[in-house]
C-alpha cells in the first residue's frame, strides 16, 4: 500500500505546523491532505490555511482549496440563500 506524507502549514493563534504520513487507499494526495486539514480544523479555532506539502517538495495548496471550495459549492447547492 502507498503511502504520503503531508505537511500542513496554517495560521490560529500563531504559525503552525502538523505533519503526518497517510495511506492513500486509492485517494490522490490532495483528497488525504483535505481530510486532515478539515481533522486540524476541528480542533483548532479559527484555523487559517497557508501551505499544504506533500511528500517533502509538491505544493498541493491550491489543488486542496479548490477541492474545499467544490465541495462547499455541492453542499450549498439548492440551498435558498
Known sequence: MSAVNIEIHYRSASRIMQRG???LKGRRPEQV????????REE???????QVIANGDQDL???VIELEREEIRKATEGLPF
Open 21 to 23: 504520513s497517510f495511506p
Open 33 to 40: 491532505a483535505l481530510a486532515f486539514w478539515k481533522e486540524i
Open 44 to 50: 483548532m479555532y479559527n484555523a487559517q490555511l497557508e
Open 61 to 63: 495548496t491550491e489543488l
